[in-house]
């Protein structure tokens, strides 16, 4: 192990590759011993490696020679002289020993490096994705979700760009609820009935808040938060009770808007910056402030909407099933809710269509998650050769066999005709324009049986009324019969002049 301590150090300074020992071949017929005896020597490798990254961050500080070392194990696990795990597990011990600073510069060389773990072998290991997953989310548990709002992204996209869209990992396959919960004054109001002495020191509370609409309010995030509670009798009653009481509010509260109180024109078509905040407020002095701005409502109807979608969608998950009269109340206060958003400024019929066109494609989704969030990846279908297409392909089909089996289908049939009238389009191409081209008795045909009396065509559905129809049969008249042609008058119309040829063809 010493010698081959020093031998990766001596790689490291001369930035050279790692050779593999000659008895770490792998032999086609190699026994389940000698297999285990290689992970062993695999392992050791490994071992030794995380001492060098040891000594290296004890006795210097952290620098580029530690990323070297990170070099030298992603080569030798493509090499197999070390696991396939070897370069995550180093960078696990780095972040282990380092600050969240040091931390970033991990994490970004392990950025750096997507196209290589989007690469065999690491892309075909199950324990490596492990390992990685394990990896970042060790990392995000170290950081503060209000500080490192950035670093915390940066993790997430990482993760969804090397691991499969059906991973097990990122679908949330049981469709398991938020644990996040709103706290909130639940004894807001109680103080109404102190005498006026305790109430003074309060005076900076507004007087105008209805405490009772804001515990109905705030009792409603604990549905948003888990739906399946609306499914029980004694949860539904009361979420239908604080549904009704803030809708029926939320119809006649005025809103208010930053830019109307400093004067500005509230066009519709005008943009207007909305403040992004990670977590509500919950406290009773922003409560008729909250009321009011129109941002907020439009959260909370969002929510509204998000799930009524989640009680009405089949889910597999979901042991129990709405009642019908469940179902009619839902539908009526989607109604309601949809109309409240589109009288909501700014641009109210314009969030409406998005929010709308966003729901639908999320059907797609909850259809997906029913499945079992299968792969979006298909296998190229291989197709059993029938018999006929044997002999096809050895020469033994007759011509009229061969001729069907070049037919090519386009889906409907008139494209398929036209399609398949020749070998080639080239052919097409290059077909005899007379046979495109019809004679003048055959086009005139149609027109000449509609004005005979015993076919009971009415007048002005004549072709010869048509005026393209005109000018067509004038063109084939000027090309071949010239001499016909030669009989036509201005002052006589084309309409006369054409019933007068086709009384003498």
């Known amino acids: ?64 020679r530690v ?4 070099d030298v194990a992603i080569q030798g696990a493509q090499d197999e002289i070390c696991l396939v795990t070897t370069p995550l ?88 609820s938020s644990i996040n919960t709103t706290e909130y004054d639940q004894n807001a109001g109680q103080d109404e009935d102190k005498p006026a002495a305790e109430v003074d020191e309060q005076k900076d509370r507004p007087a105008a808040v209805d405490y009772n609409l804001y515990k109905h309010f705030w009792k409603l995030q604990r549905y948003f938060q888990q739906p399946s509670l609306c499914l029980r009798p004694t949860e539904w009653t009361d979420f239908t009770k604080c549904t009704n009481i803030y809708l029926d509010a939320a119809a006649s509260l005025k809103l208010e808007s930053v830019r109307k109180a400093k004067g500005h024109d509230m066009n519709e078509s005008a943009e207007v910056h909305e403040e992004y905040f990670p977590k509500y407020l919950t406290s009773v002095k922003l409560f008729n402030l909250q009321q009011a701005d129109s941002a907020f409502r439009r959260q909370i109807f969002v929510q509204f909407l998000i799930l009524f979608q989640s009680l009405m969608e089949p889910n597999k998950f979901q042991k129990e099933s709405l009642l019908a009269s469940r179902k009619d109340w839902i539908v009526k206060m ?40 299968q792969d979006f990846g298909r296998a190229p279908s291989v197709l059993a050769k029938s018999s006929k297409r044997v002999r096809e392909e050895n020469g033994e089909a007759g011509p009229a066999a061969k001729k069907l089996a070049l037919k090519l289908d386009l889906g409907t049939p008139e494209l398929t005709r036209l399609w398949n009238l020749t070998k080639c389009n080239l052919d097409g191409c290059k077909s005899d324009p007379s046979e495109l081209q019809p004679s003048i008795k055959d086009f005139l045909a149609e027109a000449k049986a509609q004005m005979d009396p015993e076919e009971c065509v009415e007048e002005e559905y004549w072709k010869i009324k048509d005026p393209s129809f005109r000018w067509r049969a004038v063109r084939l008249l000027a090309k071949n019969h010239l001499h016909l042609f030669q009989e036509y008058k201005v002052a006589q119309g084309l309409e006369e002049y054409l019933k007068a040829v086709m009384a003498k063809i």
């Not at 301590?5 to 000698?34: F, N, S, Y």
């Not at 990323?67 to 990170?70: E, K, S, Y």
């Not at 700014?346 to 989704?365: A, M, V, Y």
């Open 1 to 64: 192990m010493a010698n081959f301590k020093e031998e990766i150090k001596k790689c490291m300074e001369a930035g050279k590759r790692v050779e593999l020992p000659g008895d770490w071949q792998l032999p086609a017929d190699a026994t389940e011993a000698h297999k285990r005896q290689l992970t062993d020597k695999r392992l050791r490798v490994e071992l030794g490696m995380r001492e060098i990254l040891m000594d290296l961050l004890v006795t210097q500080t952290f620098e580029k």
């Open 89 to 176: 597990a180093l960078m696990e011990d780095l972040c282990d020993c380092s600050v969240l600073s040091d931390c970033q510069h991990v994490f970004a060389y392990l950025e750096s490096k997507v196209d290589v773990w989007n690469k065999a072998p690491f892309v075909n290991s199950m324990n490596f994705k492990n390992t990685m997953l394990r990896l970042c989310n060790s990392i995000k548990r170290r950081l503060s979700k209000s500080q490192n709002t950035v670093f915390c992204g940066r993790i997430l996209m990482f993760l969804a760009s090397v691991t499969p869209l059906a991973d097990k990992s990122g679908v949330n396959l049981r469709s398991t």
């Open 334 to 373: 989607q109604t309601k809710i949809l109309s409240l958003l589109k009288k909501t400024p700014p641009r109210g019929t314009d969030f409406l269509s998005s929010i709308e066109l966003i729901t639908q494609n999320e059907k797609h989704w909850i259809e997906w998650k029913n499945q079992g969030c």
């Open 67 to 70: 990323f070297n070392v990170l």
